[in-house]
Structures are given as C-alpha cells and as structure tokens.
C-alpha cells in the first residue's frame, strides 16, 4: 500500500517520543481540558443547557478567527524572513558553477514534486520496458525462463541487504545528493542491461540473416520458416517429429543482468525512501497528501510508456545498420532491446542531476522552521516566568536533550537504538505488517493478471496487456489523484484515515473472493489432455505412436468441438490448405468423424486436382481417390487455434470488478502513507521508510512471485519438455486456477486487513496535519485565559 506553498517547517509537537515537554503535555490534556471547557462543567450544563450552546458556538467562532489570523501572520512573516534571511549553503539549489539567481529560483516544493514524479515515471518505465523485451534477450542469449526469474528478483535481494542502512545514513545527509548517487546508479544499470549487445553483437544467426552477410532475399522466407514449425506438429509414425529444444547458453550475459538489477535496487530504495521523506519535510502537512498523490500519478504513467517503448523498440531489427531478408512476423526475428535502455539512461542522468541540485533544505521550510521555532521560544519563556526555579532547570534539560538528540550524528550504534525503537512502535509495526501481506496478497494480481486473463477468459495477449496497462492504470490514477485531493481538502484525523484502510482492505478481499466465482463454464470443459506417457503407461492410445513429447502447445479445434493441445497430440497424419489459406488437419485418430454440420470438413472434391496436401513425409499427393485415402478423410478432422469460446460476459465481469479494486486500492495509499510516517519520531522518518522496504523486500517482494508461481506450477496441466528438463506450462487447469490462486490471495490480504485493524487502535491519539496541533494548542490557551479571568474575578 505500502508536494507548491509551505515547505514543512519545524512541527509545534513533533511524534512519538520525541515531542516537547510543553507539546507533549497539551497533547495529552487537551482531551481533557476541552471538554471541560466546551461543556462548561456538567453542573451548569444541566441548570442553563442553552447559554453553554452559545458560548460554545461563541468560542468556537473566536477559535476559528484567532486561527485565521495566526495563519495570516505566520505567512507574513515567512515571507519577510525569506526576503530578509541571507543564502545559506544548506538553502542553495545547485553546485559548483550551477548555482545562482536562475537556479534558486527552481528551490521550491511545486518544482521538486514534478521532477520527483517524472523521474518516477523514468524508472518505472525501466521495469516495464524490460518486462516487454525479457522474451527478445531470452531467445538472442538462450536464456531459460527460470533464470530470467531469478535475474528478475535481483533489485529486490540488494533492497532487502542495504535499504534500511542506506535510509539511515542518508536520511541525515544531503538528501537530493544521496537520491542523485541513486539515480546515477540505475543508470549503471540501464548501462549494463545493454552491454551484452555490445559485447557480444547480436549473434550470428540475426547476422546471417541479412543482405549484407550474404543472405538472398525471399518473400516467401518467412512463410517457409513458419510452415516449417508448423510441419513438426503432426503425427509422425515414422519419427522424425519435433526435436528437443537445446538448453542454455552462454552464462556470462545472464550474470550482467543479474548485477544490473542488484545495481538498480541499491538506486530505487535511495529513490523511494529519500524522495518521499524529503517531500513531506519540505511541505506544508495539509497539502502533503495532494502533492503526494500527484507524484504518484506521474509514476503510474511509467509502464505505459516503457511497454510503448519497447514495442517500438522490437519493431526495429536488432542491428538497426543492417537489411534483413525477413519481417518481423518471421519468428526468426530479433528485435533491437538494447536501444530503449540508452535512451532511459540518458533521460535519468539529466533528471539525476537536475535532482541533486536542490537544497538540503527548501528556503520555505527553513523559513517556516525558524518562525515555528522562535513562538516555541516564547510560549517556553512565558511559562518559564510564572513556574518555579526546578521546573526551569528541568525544563532546560530535556531542551537540551532533545537539541543534542536532533544533532546526534550518524553511527552504527545509533542505527540499532533507532531500528529497535522502530520495532517497539506499535503502530508501525502493525502498518509494515499490513503492508506485507498486502503485497504478499497482491502478488498475482501485479505479475500474472496477463496471463490469468489468457487462461481464464480466452482473451489474446494484446488484449490481456490492454487492460492491465490502461483500463486498470486509469482507475488507480483515478483512485490515487481523488483520494489526496479529498484529504488535503478535509484533512481527515489519523483514526479515520486508519479505518478507511481497514474498509478499503475489507473491499478488496470481498473482490478477489468474487474473481474466484467468475469463471467461464465453456472454456473449462473444452480441452481434451491426452499427453501418453510411456513411462507411466505402456498402454496404446490413440496418439502413443505419434512422437508428440516435444511438440510445441499449438492448439487445434477438432470436429467435435473440442480443442487438442497439438495436431500431434488429436493424432492429426495429414495437412491441406484451401484456397483461401486456411489449413485443415485430417486423418486424425483422436478425432471422432462425428460429421458436425458446423464444422467444413474436406473432400475428395476438395483435393481434386490439388497439390496443397502432404503425407507424413511432407511429399504431395499423386490422386485424392485412392481407397486408402477416402478412409483418411473419413477420419476426424480438425483447424488450427483452439474452439471458439463464449467467455466474453464473464470477462466483461471480471474486468468490472477489477476496475473497482484498482480504485479502492489506489484510494488507500495515502492515507496508509501518512499514517506511517507520522507513527514514528521526525528523526526517524527516512530511517522507518528503508527499515520497512527491507522487511517488505524480504518476506514479499521475493518470497511472493516464488510461492505464488509455484501455485501457478501446481495448476499446470501440460509441460514442455527441453533436452535436459522441465520446460514451460503449456495448459492450466482454469478451475483449479480460479480458485486456488484467489483464495490464497484474500487469506494474505485479511491478515493484511487484521493488522489494520490494529493500526486503527493505536493510532487514536495521533496528530497528522499542523492544524491540528494549532487547533489544540489554540483551544488550551483559550480555556487558560479563561480560567485566569474567573481567578482575577474572584480576588
């Protein structure tokens, strides 16, 4: 779940255990002491109920306008210590020769906040856009998918190592510098994930493909390549049918991208934990949430535009300076996957520098800071004079305690004193929990929802990456951008926020429990599995001859309706293609002749004085009227791709109820966003930020995809087979699927809502916005005049 005016400017009470004494105590008695004084004392409640209604209303007018003028105030003379308060370096925008009038101007929170959101929407274009090309790398280097999964985890191994330390060490430094480094280190990233190429070329097989390396052009190339695959999915008696797929090859590709994506989560822990800490300090708490919410949408936009950019990419060959003889339909075909990673990289080195020209403090929120800190100073004076001479010392002794506490520098020992203060807070504890299961939960729904979609509902690929990458991004942008508006507009208390968490949680296991029932009755009684296995069983089959082991899923729909998981596999001897170029497998044993008045099946008319059919051995057929032949047409017969299916209400469903959790989703992260960084002491903002990325990145971001993904392999009807192994899930099995998959995922996400639950307990006393600080602090001063009145009344 889990930036424009007023920087954040030294809280009036700060959170948790490092709030001031006088703070702290308002805090804790307002309560109290407001109730006292709005009620008036429940003995003058019941004697004159209506003059204590007019005086309420009266006072909370009066509070209303002081608070008013005390904002009006506090602005001016903001702006008459900007105006008047000389450059220091902390409040510089830029370096070196990149500094000045022109640079400083920028050194405001509406800048950083759009910078900060498109270089989001840079990196996260980085993990889409190589989302989109892993297949070209995999077939250009003959890398297994296995291995692509464990490359694929590397960011989340280096987040999991150095994330909480480097939020530590950072967190007091110059932020905007470290989050540069980080920047410069994914575009190490982007650099590495292209040098294969460079490195080793792309390949010779791509080369020999080309005018330039003697290949002949041939319009009919692509066609033969085709036509030569498929070929190997018949039934072949005598042998000779699809060979075994070779296995790895060269190793040293594979580790360059392990330790780039190793390389890139070092950089986006620096990116998430610094950014967001630094935003919400240099931004004035009410709008925090707005601004926040907007940075958000900007990175939503980044999977759009990076699978945008390597469909592009892929559509030009991957060496560009060369003529190849094929097109991009041919399977052959090698698109250019390294070309999108230099321009990334460019784009973030210029965003990277941009970055960490910004101040270590914006001028607004030092500005804001020192006017917070000198009313501090005189309320602490005010009380000094009327307490006695042992509160004023103990009084100066938790002031100095509390400066040396914010001063303390960085070490090793103060790194565990603080990460074992993060493990005792409750609330935030129970967040990063929630936070856990979440993810856990939400796993398939984030990496498998293409191809849930594909099994499910018999959509295509295009389809499938359709939805998930534009009808579903625009409902959580949707989500994302209401929901911080509305907070920054009402300013919701800490308890509200933490039950519209636990709504929202509640909302979304009611849904994934409702993906579990729309299903696609059709689509699950319609594929026939019949692979032999010798080993297992001796026993002739229908296609136990065929020599189908490695033959590739390519589904054909037989005359009976049903779909076969190859030509091979329905037992299919023969191919003819009509006119018209549609091809029609016939003689096929698996097939009964049922002579279904929709299906259009051949005839000897129909291969009358033709030269489109083939035997077994690929040879032509001298006469379609042998008696041998009339007998395999009257066998079963069969058409490439599988049955057509009516799965199209229950898709429409599906994607209904998708779009509804998006937005519920995508609603919940601010508020679950500032819950938590407002659970914990100012110091230890950043700090708690990487402390919970290293937890998430460790018990979710890498345990989910194994365990989810192993759910997916246990569902798995048919594999392929390799010279050496396992190969890739051809077939699912749907139901199981439907069920299996979203059930395991509403258990994680109740547990994640249960944790809620206690985030929403412990988090009543919570102050999340200035306001309400001001509010109580404003409500205790009037009830304290007051009460001095009637004193001076009395004497």
Known sequence: MVQGEAPVEGRVTARSDEQPEEATAAAAEAPEELHKLLNNGNAHETTDNKSNKGAQARIKAKLKREKSEQDRLMTEEINKLLNDMPLEKNVTCGFWLFRGTFFQRFANQTAYVLLYGIVGCIFSMTYAYFNGTITTIEKRFKIPSKNTGIISVGNDISQTLVSAVLAYYAGKGHRPRWIGFGLLTIVLFCLMTTSPHFLYGPGEDALALTKEFGALPDENATMEAIEEQRSKTLCRLSGGGAECEVGEGNFAPQVLLFVAQFISGIGGSLYYTLGVSYMDDNTKKSKTPALLSLSYFLRMLGPAIGYALASFC??????????????????????????????????????????????????????????????????????????????KLTADLEARAEQSA????????????????????????????????????????????????????KQSAATSSMVTGTVALAFSAIGVLLSGFIISRYKPKARYMAAWNVICAVLVVAGVVTYAFIGCPDNERSVIVNIHNSAVNDSVTCNSACSCDYVRYSPVCGENSMTYISACHAGCKMEHVRPDGKKVFYDCSCIPGTRNSTFNRLTPLDLANEANSRDLTGKALETALSIEYLEQLAAGQATPGACPVNCWTQFVAFLSVMCFLKFIGAAGRASNFLVSVRCVPEKDKTAAMGFGMMLCSMFAFIPGPIFFGWIFDRMCLVWGKTCTNKGNCWLYDPESMRYTLNFTAAVFISLGAIFDFGVWYYVKDLKIFDEEVKEVEMQIVQHEEEVNAEKNTEI
């Open 314 to 391: 892929l559509r030009l060959y991957i060496a560009p300076q060369l003529h190849p003889v094929i097109n991009n339909k041919d399977p052959r075909w090698l698109g250019a996957w390294w070309l999108g990673w230099l321009v990334m990289g460019g784009l973030l080195s210029c965003s990277g520098i941009f970055l960490s020209m910004f101040p270590k403090e914006l001028p607004r929120a030092a500005a804001r800071r020192m006017v917070e800190e000198k009313r501090r100073r005189e309320r602490h004076s005010l009380k000094q004079k009327e307490s006695t001479e042992k509160e």
């Open 406 to 457: 914010a001063e303390q520098k960085a070490s090793f020992k103060d790194m565990l004193v603080t990460f074992r203060r993060l493990t005792t807070n409750k609330t935030y504890m129970c967040n990063t929990l929630s936070n856990i299961f979440y993810l856990i939960g939400y796993t398939p729904f984030w990496i498998f929802t293409p191809k849930y979609i594909e099994v499910q509902y």
